[in-house]
């Protein structure tokens, strides 16, 4: 094997910290620091302020040691921001496969998105690739195995799961920004009936002229995250449901379905 083929091979060394295949510093230049309790601190500030007020200084005074002494244990920010996601992400509880697959699906959905609300500078971290942390994997996995006995495809169990992330994290991102802009910002719902009245016309928004006309703008009230979330959830399974019905078949062997494990778009 070429030093080429061998560099393929490794892991980042934020993975293997988090995969346990490289030991941490037991002892930093002081008894009581440890990598544990930098990420900690560094979850915690970025809960209060945000991900943009991050630093390697303020976890540095957080823990009551110097900003040299963090480079012990991590390389720099963005291989602690890997860190911390994993760490906050958790481990999903385990879901009851007796209650079927729909059911088991609202529950990941819930889940995951009371992720977001504890920790909303999650919504800020780019995204890198597919999960590869232990904890990221294991919300993979227990998504995938709620939908074991459906008879979809490999890929098409995968497709659903991601559909399904994509709308968890889309509504998590969708009512933080909302929250932000009503809290800091100028957005009033109050006003937005009175504002289309003023700029909506019926030959160039027709639809919008019609619901405004009617008054429904001036009551439809303020987004309710709870409720909101709720109805989306479910008309998204009302479509993971259908598409169940018309594609399910036998639970395909690994051989047979290898292929389209590859991809979530294969078989769709």
């Known amino acids: 094997m070429t030093n080429d083929d061998n560099a393929e091979h490794e892991l980042p060394r934020s993975l293997e910290l988090l995969w346990g295949l490289r030991e941490p510093p037991r002892?930093?230049?002081?008894?009581?620091?440890?990598?544990?309790?930098?990420?900690?601190?560094?979850?915690?500030?970025?809960?209060?302020?945000?991900?943009?007020?991050?630093?390697?200084?303020?976890?540095?005074?957080?823990?009551?040691?110097?900003?040299?002494?963090?480079y012990r244990y991590v390389e720099g920010k963005d291989e602690l921001l890997m860190l911390m996601q994993d760490a906050a992400g958790g481990t999903p509880t385990p879901g009851v496969a007796d209650d079927g697959w729909r059911a088991g699906l609202e529950r990941w959905a819930r889940d995951y998105l009371l992720i977001f609300r504890r920790h909303p500078w999650l919504l800020e971290v780019p995204i890198s690739g597919p999960p590869v942390t232990p904890n990221g994997l294991a919300w993979m996995d227990r998504g995938l195995r709620v939908l074991g006995d459906t008879g979809l495809t490999y890929g098409h169990r995968l497709a659903v799961v991601q559909l399904l992330t994509g709308y968890v994290h889309g509504e998590?991102?969708?009512?933080?920004?909302?929250?932000?802009?009503?809290?800091?910002?100028?957005?009033?719902?109050?006003?937005?009936?009175?504002?289309?009245?003023?700029?909506?016309?019926?030959?160039?928004?027709?639809?919008?002229?019609?619901?405004?006309?009617?008054?429904?703008?001036?009551?439809?009230?303020?987004?309710?995250?709870?409720?909101?979330?709720?109805?989306?959830?479910?008309?998204v399974l009302d479509g993971i449901e259908v598409f169940i019905r018309e594609n399910?078949?036998?639970?395909?062997?690994?051989?047979?379905?290898?292929?389209?494990?590859?991809?979530?778009?294969d078989g769709r």
Do not use: W
């Open 172 to 235: 998590a991102h969708f009512s933080r920004e909302l929250t932000r802009a009503t809290v800091v910002g100028d957005y009033d719902l109050t006003r937005y009936g009175r504002i289309l009245r003023k700029v909506t016309d019926a030959d160039r928004y027709p639809a919008l002229y019609e619901m405004t006309s009617a008054g429904f703008f001036d009551e439809i009230g303020d987004y309710v995250d709870a409720e909101d979330f709720e109805f989306g959830l479910q008309r």
């Open 27 to 70: 002892r930093g230049p002081k008894p009581g620091l440890s990598l544990e309790r930098i990420v900690q601190a560094a979850i915690e500030l970025a809960d209060e302020d945000g991900l943009g007020a991050l630093s390697m200084s303020r976890i540095a005074e957080r823990v009551g040691f110097t900003t040299m002494s963090l």
């Open 248 to 265: 399910a078949g036998p639970p395909p062997c690994a051989s047979a379905d290898a292929g389209t494990a590859n991809g979530a778009t």
